[in-house]
């Protein structure tokens, strides 16, 4: 394996189709303002390394890159790459991850507005996110052990796992398709509108207006606060804990909740047969 170690680079394309490298203790960064440092590079490891320079990563297969800080100023850093890993990183630039497939993060920092658009197989672990429309359009992955903070999460994402997760983000999981959520907190308004196939299992949900258009929504065992006017229009089978503060024309199904503070069924304008039901 060929060693690059203890540079500073910042031309064009510095490491350009680097095969079976390892790259640790160097720094990107410079007056010439160099792009794409690692493009096409195949099985490498890149340790100990600060990137300040754009579009790193792209078209990489088979990587691992561990240990290192990505500014802000790294814009889209991993595209159309396969097949890797970041491991204990801190990633800041804008669109970090975008049309990837089998990428795994884990124990990494990141806060990037458009995160994860389009990728399949990708997986996240004991990590930290800030962003907005996260995972947008992703499909087949996995969360785990990590928290998220932003606004239009998990937009159009399919077959997607989410477990022991904090998740605070406004219009979550909209048209999500085959998702589930486990031992999480979810806190955010307006979550998993017009999603299908959404379960929700041992969660604690947060926010007004939750689950509504939804189609095939199921909830195990989940608690629910602040949620007023929660799934309109929804084919639902539910079984909550504790109270629900307000349920608005479910469309069919079955809500089974400790206690509701108010049932409204008026003025639907579809076809509404959900039964409904209180323990208390």
């Known amino acids: ?7 500073t680079l910042d031309e064009e394309r510095a490491l350009y189709a680097l095969r079976d490298g390892l790259v640790e203790d160097c720094t990107f960064d410079g007056p010439a303002d160099g792009e794409s440092a690692l493009k096409e590079a195949r099985n490498i490891t890149v340790r100990n390394c600060a990137f300040c320079l754009r579009y790193p990563f792209w078209h990489v297969e088979g990587f691992s890159v561990e240990n290192c800080s990505l ?11 396969k097949g890797g890993r970041f491991d204990r990183c801190s990633v800041m630039g804008v669109k970090a991850l975008r049309e990837c497939e089998a990428v795994a993060f884990s124990r990494c920092t990141v806060e990037s507005e458009e995160f994860g658009w389009r990728c399949r197989d990708i997986s996240l672990e004991d990590s930290s996110f800030v962003s907005q429309y996260f995972l947008f359009e992703t499909k087949c992955g996995s969360m785990k052990n990590c928290t998220l903070k932003g606004k239009y999460s ?6 997607l796992s989410v477990e ?4 605070d983000t406004k219009d979550a999981f909209w048209h999500s398709k085959n998702v589930t959520v486990k031992n999480s907190v979810v806190k955010g308004e307006y979550l ?3 999603s299908e196939g959404l379960t929700l299992i041992n969660c604690k949900i947060i926010g007004t207006q939750p689950l509504c258009y939804c189609k095939n929504l199921t909830l195990i065992d989940c608690t629910m606060e602040e949620t007023d006017l929660s799934f309109e229009y929804s084919s639902v089978n539910a079984t909550v804990l504790g109270e629900i503060e307000s349920v608005k024309n479910p469309a069919c199904g079955k809500i089974v909740a400790d206690r509701i503070g108010q049932i409204i069924l008026e003025d639907s304008v579809m076809a509404t047969d959900c039964e409904i039901i209180t323990k208390s």
């Open 154 to 159: 998990f937009q159009y994402t399919e077959d």
């Open 1 to 7: 394996m060929k060693r690059i170690a203890n540079l």
């Open 71 to 81: 500014t802000e100023g790294v814009r889209a850093p991993l595209w159309y790459a």
């Open 164 to 167: 022991n997760c904090d998740l």
């Open 192 to 194: 998993g509108w017009y």
